[in-house]
Every structure is written in C-alpha cells, then in structure tokens.
C-alpha cells in the first residue's frame, strides 16, 4: 500500500533554533519531493531527492532510501520559514504523487 | 519566465452547478497535473495530462474531467457540484511529468460550493 507518513504535524520554535521534519513511506520511489505552502496557498518545491543530500541556503534534505526515510533541516530558523511543509514521493508502482498531510511550521521572533 | 498562472483565483457556485478551471504551464512544460487540497483530507492527486492525452487519473468520481490543449494549457472540470467539492485547486507543470522532475505549482483556485 502507497502510504506517506511526516512528523510532527505542528512545530513552534524560537528564533535561530535548528529544526527537522521527518517523512517516512511504505514501498519503493523514484522520487521524493520537498514542498513548501505559505498562507494563501501558493506552493513552492524546494527539494527533489531520489538519493543522498541536498543544500540550498539554510535548508538540507536528506534521504535514506534503504529506510524508506527523509528528512528537511531548517538552520537557524527565521519568522519567515514559517509555512507548512509537505513531502510528496513518487512510487516505483504507479505514476502519481502521493503526499504526506503536512507539517505546520511556526517560528517565533 | 512567467509561472504557472490559474485563473480564476477565487469561485464561489452553487450544488449542482459545474465550473471550469484554466491552468496555463510554464512555456516548454509539456506536463500538467491537478491536484486537490481540502483541511480533512490533505493534497490529492486528480490527474495528469501529456501532450494533450490524460496519463494518470487519481482516485475521483467521474464529475472530475479535464483536458490538455495543443499549446498544452489545461482545463479541469467539475459538474453537478457537491458541498465537498469546496476546496483549494492546484495546478502544477514540469518538462516531461516524470517524478525526478520539479514540479512548479500555480496559486490555485479556491472554490467554494455554497
């Protein structure tokens, strides 16, 4: 079964503190995908991994594709990170994305 | 380059009514996909248009149509509304519609079924 699980589903932090939002999926991907939404609805891809790590700015993505795992790193958070976070992932099986509910994300001054 | 524009950004119809929405790529983008985002149930997938030929369809009632025209603009149909039809409608392109391609989202059109 196509299943995308993401952790924790709020987050609030201060300031300059480090933060990470986990993904996990059920089988087999070709890719997976990093996205960000802002009040309004507008969505931004930041990250497309199908192996490794990636860098842009203060954010890391990272997969671990034998554990069905990835993770999105913010460093030194900033107010204006604050937005939900989605990870979507593309099966082997199939050729939709399927996405996680979300992480809402708050970063206080 | 100019970004995925959707029009409208923002209807309101009424149950039973039917609504067309407009998706234009980014130039060169010849994958289109729509997808449905509401508070219960998250982004879904609805489906996914190719060089004006429908390649994947997401779990959805038949009400939910669409079509890619030659210059690849989209449209997404929705007839015989429902209440649960209120939701956020995405549009997204990418150069050939695989999944190690970024997806570059429009604004959406907020539909709201009264």
Redesign the interface.
């Known amino acids: 079964k196509n299943e995308v699980e993401q952790s924790p589903q709020n987050l609030t932090a201060q300031e300059g503190e480090f933060i990470t939002i986990n993904c996990s999926y059920s089988v087999g991907?070709?890719?997976l995908?990093w996205?960000q939404q802002h009040p309004?609805?507008?969505?931004?891809?930041l990250f497309?991994l199908?192996s490794g790590k990636k860098k842009h700015g203060r954010l890391i993505a990272t997969i671990n594709i034998q554990e069905k795992h990835s993770s999105l790193h913010i460093t030194a958070s900033h107010p204006r990170d604050s937005a939900v976070y989605?990870c979507?992932v593309?099966f082997l099986t199939?050729?939709?994305?399927?996405?996680?509910?979300?992480t809402s994300l708050t970063v206080i001054p | 380059k100019a970004g995925v524009t959707q029009t409208p950004r923002y209807l309101i119809k009424t149950r039973g009514q039917q609504v067309t929405l407009s998706c234009s790529p980014i130039s060169g983008h010849r994958s289109v996909s729509w997808y449905q985002q509401t508070p219960g149930q998250g982004l879904q997938f609805l489906f996914e248009y190719f060089s004006e030929t429908q390649r994947n369809k997401g779990n959805f009632p038949g009400r939910f149509s669409g079509r890619q025209f030659s210059n690849s603009r989209s449209e997404m149909n929705v007839s015989t509304l429902e209440l649960g039809d209120s939701a956020l409608y995405l549009c997204a392109s990418s150069l050939e519609g695989t999944g190690n391609q970024p997806q570059h989202f429009g604004d959406g059109t907020r539909l709201s079924i009264l």
């Open positions: 991907i070709s890719a995908h996205l309004g609805g507008g969505i931004v891809s497309m199908s989605i979507a593309r199939g050729n939709q994305f399927y996405f996680g509910t979300g």
